[in-house]
């Protein structure tokens, strides 16, 4: 959902990736990893699944912990590229998405994966995905890139939903059958029946959006370039900027068990809000690396993940 990374957001995870495992780098294929290889590995996108976390990221790892992040194993996986989202339906099944068109799925919570589909002579690397039921799923990428299953992923077909190739950087579910789209250059398309048909929305930014989540009050917060943040109560119909002295680009966000919001991004930069994303403070990460993705970690501690694997960082769980 961190769209950005190499098309749209100046290559930020092209130039994070220089923090990567070399290609001449051994690493296994499978199994434990030490703590010095999780921290050169670049980490796109992250979830937590009761008291597992996976994440996934360049070269197509996937890794696995099952101890909020103190120890990590990387998946049995095929081979693929940058991988820059994931969606899990239930503790078991989850897919994965990526450059080249690729989609992979697991059915044991993450620890292996096979290939469902992969289309590198389309040159567009997917950017999220998400399912409205089991079954039913949507993968969007860059230039327009569109796909979706009826059947859990043994078959994804394309579909053109725009009339141009704006990069569709991210879908999420806002609603019961409604879904949004964020995109390049302030793109916005909402569905109010599961994706079947997708409608243009006034967008309050003509800069690129990379991601959106909906807080527990049911409101709509999207963000994107040069730390740009709205905030809407009507279904993504109308919305209010909110106030960000910062302006380094936002690529991912979380919406945590108690409500908080987090807002992960560029230099280091990770917003968090107790109030639904009406306003947000800064939160003392101790890095500059471009930061992805924030996952709920152990009492009073949370995951960033990045360009320099994860991150622990104090997070207590309510203002004290």
């Not at 917003?271 to 939160?283: E, N, P, T």
């Given at each position: 959902m961190l769209a950005g990374a190499l098309a749209l957001a100046g290559c930020a995870w092209a130039r994070g990736a220089a923090n990567a495992p070399a290609a001449g780098d051994i690493l296994p294929r499978s199994g434990p990893l030490r703590a010095a290889t999780m921290g050169r590995l670049l980490l796109v996108d992250a979830v937590r699944i009761g008291n597992r976390i996976v994440a996934v990221g360049d070269r197509g790892y996937v890794v696995v912990s099952e101890d909020h992040g103190v120890h990590w194993a990387r998946a049995v996986a095929p081979d693929a590229p940058l991988l820059t989202a994931?969606?899990?339906?239930?503790?078991?099944?989850g897919w994965a998405v990526g450059h080249d068109e690729v989609i992979i799925a697991t059915v044991d919570g993450g620890h292996t994966?096979?290939?469902?589909?992969?289309?590198?002579?389309?040159?567009?690397?997917l950017l999220d995905v998400t399912f409205v039921s089991h079954e039913a799923g949507i993968a969007v990428g860059a230039y327009g890139a569109y796909y979706e299953t009826s059947d859990a992923g043994k078959h994804w077909s394309a579909r053109k939903i725009i009339p141009d190739d704006r990069h569709l950087n991210a879908i999420v579910r806002i609603g019961e059958g409604r879904l949004?789209?964020?995109?390049?250059?302030?793109?916005?398309l909402a569905s109010d029946d599961a994706g079947r048909t997708w409608t243009p929305l006034a967008s309050p930014y003509k800069g690129s959006l990379f991601g959106a989540l909906v807080a527990a009050d049911g409101a709509v917060v999207a963000f994107g370039l040069r730390g740009h943040i709205y905030r809407s109560t009507d279904g993504a119909r109308t919305w209010t900027q909110v106030a960000n002295p910062s302006a380094a680009s936002l690529m991912g966000g979380t919406r945590f068990p108690d409500g908080g919001i987090v807002l992960a991004g560029a230099a280091?930069?990770?917003?968090?809000?107790?109030?639904?994303?009406?306003?947000?403070?800064?939160?003392?990460?101790g890095t500059t690396s471009l930061l992805a993705k924030a996952v709920m970690a152990g009492p009073d501690a949370v995951l960033l993940f990045g360009e320099a694997g994860a991150r622990e960082v104090p997070f207590p769980s309510q203002e004290r």
């Open positions: 994931l969606e899990f339906t239930d503790a078991k099944h994966w096979t290939e469902q589909f992969r289309a590198p002579a389309e040159k567009r690397p949004l789209i964020v995109g390049e250059a302030g793109t916005l280091g930069v990770a917003l968090v809000s107790r109030d639904d994303g009406r306003s947000f403070v800064s939160l003392a990460t």
